[in-house]
């Protein structure tokens, strides 16, 4: 890093000096308090590894039933674009899309961005396109809904039980546990040590 270095403050856009910090400590700006940034550690392999488990979560739970309803007797498996398919069959189209996309395109968008950006820098090497690459994952970020439609389903499930046995599959769970894995993967990483190889040769 060098010494000249500088962040500008994201509440008040006063610039400060950037200086290394002990490890589990935080910068804050000199006239606000705002946190500028923090050092965390192991930020690379923690949140590298995150992303690869999350990938492994997603696989997991495209490929299983998500959820299983009995009612006398009969049996019968839902998987997690199941809901997608039914706005889509009962004409609502845009809300199919919206669903899609948040629950599944932009979180694995999200997790293959990162595993692009990460592993390589993990490799000593720098990413074609590094800066673009990473803004474009940080932009769509906000965008992943997961949780919200969690919640919807489990009002569901809530609801449905009283007139059928409502069974989770390994989909579900795995779709929850990828849920804290994509939340604990953005609070381990440092943005700092991806934009302080923006400028490196490739």
């Not at 010494?3 to 000096?17: G, K, P």
């Not at 498996?77 to 599944?104: C, I, K, N, P, W």
């Not at 609070?187 to 991806?194: E, F, Q, T, W």
């Amino acid at each position: 890093m060098t010494t000249d270095a500088l962040i500008a403050c994201h509440e008040c856009d006063l610039l400060h000096r950037i200086s290394e910090l002990p490890v589990g400590s935080a910068a804050s700006c000199s006239r606000c308090g705002a946190v500028l940034y923090r050092q965390k550690r192991n930020s690379l392999d923690r949140t590298l590894t995150m992303v690869i488990t999350g990938l492994i979560l997603f696989v997991i739970a495209n490929s299983y039933p998500f959820l299983s309803f009995k009612m006398e007797g009969i049996v019968q498996e839902t998987t997690l674009l199941t809901g997608v398919r039914l706005f889509y069959d009962s004409g609502m189209h845009a809300l199919a899309l919206l669903v899609v996309l948040t629950t599944v395109v932009l979180p694995l968008a999200e997790l293959l961005g990162l595993l692009y950006v990460l592993l390589p820098l993990k490799l000593e090497r720098v990413p074609w396109k590094l800066g673009s690459i990473f803004r474009f994952v940080r932009s769509i970020e906000p965008w992943g809904m997961m949780e919200v439609f969690m919640l919807g389903i489990l009002a569901s499930v809530v609801k449905l039980a009283q007139m059928a046995s409502i069974i989770p599959g390994i989909s579900m769970y795995a779709f929850a546990a990828l849920i804290v894995v994509i939340a604990a993967a953005a609070a381990s990483l440092d943005p700092r040590i991806v934009w302080e190889r923006v400028e490196m040769p490739p």
